[in-house]
């Protein structure tokens, strides 16, 4: 049986396709499992880091990362199989 397709933001479904195809499906699924009490945190690391390693697309991500649901939204993503 077909899981249902997630809707969701236009930047966590382009950042769950990367993951895809990077072959760091399975490993990021564990991460995002393991880390997610820490998504605050998270949240904080990625805002600190900007500096380091360019402004880009860190400050979306940290923004969307910090909503309630995020990290979950992005683990059904990766997960899921890509459109064909």
Do not use: H, K
């Not at 923004?63 to 683990?75: D, V």
């Amino acid at each position: 049986m077909a899981t249902p397709r997630v809707q969701s933001n236009p930047t966590l479904t382009s950042l769950a396709a990367s993951i895809r195809r990077s072959s760091w499906r399975v490993p990021s699924l564990f991460f995002l499992a393991a880390t997610r009490p820490l998504a605050p945190l998270g949240r904080q690391l990625l805002l600190f880091s900007q500096p380091l390693l360019g402004v880009g697309c860190l400050s979306a991500y940290a923004r969307l990362l910090s909503e309630p649901g995020a990290w979950e939204e992005l683990a059904a993503l990766v997960d899921q199989e890509p459109a064909p």
